[in-house]
């Protein structure tokens, strides 16, 4: 299959991250989108092409314009304010207070998000823009015939709401993509998100809708990330109620265990019958991964996806989080392997 990569990730190159108290190095670093390309190329899975730039209409589908225009100003407005770091929410609407969209950066940059580990810096907003062209470039190649393609998206997505940033992802690709199959006549559009943390955008943004299916498979978000959405009593509210499905695993859960839910999923899409599906693909689910808790083995990823082949559905899979950079792209194209029947 074809995968889709921009070489202005990049750009998305921050410092910082609030982690314990005190800034670390990034854990989503650029090398991530380097070391998956790598192993695209070195592996012969396919074409590499650059993205189509489809401006922001598609984008403003998903994301509302208030919150786009945000984000593109966010660091000149952070800069001419003297501040000498880079940006970093540090305030929030708390139960009881007004949410109203404050002038002042400070106030602006806590009315957009929900966490703080996810600096602002100069080059994010054109990463943003990149990874969403990357993940609507991909869908048009599933539009117009393939079977599937592979958005190497940079920065990630998931956790990206209609107006909010933060778990490192400022644009929702997938729901991005999503929504242009829908725009483009599909009827019924699933979202399959396999990453560590739950989807809490993508469930977000199409949770009272029922023309998209969203469902993640994550670590309980009692204990881990993004803590405020993700349990199972979530199903989906009015016209969308029933539409969303979460499956969440304790610590320690291997391959083995979490393939019944990945299975209870499949059924669950087949039974939906949508035109096209989205993979919303992190592989933070690994065993060495430096901030989750599952016990994937890289040769399970291509069980992974040879189980979403079985779907016979028109896929396009998003790159989303997988932080143990030296197996990220083995692990990443094991899953496109295991697609094409090459495992
Ligand atoms: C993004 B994606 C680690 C805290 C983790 C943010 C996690 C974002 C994950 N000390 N905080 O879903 O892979
Ligand atoms: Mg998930
Ligand atoms: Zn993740």
Known sequence: MKTVFSPLHSLRSVKTELDGGILIEPHEKPSRAETILARVKSQTLGEVIEPEEFGLAPV????????????????????????PGEAIPAVWCGRGMRPRMPKDIDGRLGYF???????????????????????????????????????????????????????????????????????????????????FHHGNGTQAIFYDRSDVLTISLHGDPDLVFPHFLGFEDETGEAEGEGYNLNIIYPPGTPYSEWSKGLE?????????QPGALIIALGVDTFEEDPIS????????????????????????????????VDAIGVNVVNVMQGFEGRA
């Open 264 to 272: 209870t999923a499949c059924k669950r899409i087949a039974d939906f």
């Open 113 to 195: 998000s929900f966490a703080a580990e996810t600096s602002i810096s100069a080059g994010t907003w054109e990463a943003a823009c990149a990874s969403a062209n990357v993940a609507l470039t991909a869908q048009k190649l599933v539009a117009n015939g393939e079977r599937a393609a592979f958005a190497l998206c940079r920065p990630p997505g998931h956790h990206a709401h209609a107006d909010l940033f933060g778990g490192y992802c400022f644009f929702n690709n997938a729901a991005i993509a999503a929504q242009a199959f829908r725009d483009q006549g599909y009827e019924r559009v699933a979202i399959l998100d396999v990453d």
């Open 60 to 83: 403003k589908r998903v994301h509302t314009p208030d919150y786009v225009a945000f984000l593109e100003h966010c660091w000149a407005d952070w800069v001419a304010e003297g501040k």
């Open 293 to 324: 808790f599952f016990k994937l083995k890289s040769k399970d990823y291509f069980s992974l996806g040879q189980r979403i082949e079985h779907l016979r559905l028109p896929t396009v899979f998003t790159m989303e989080g997988g932080y143990d």
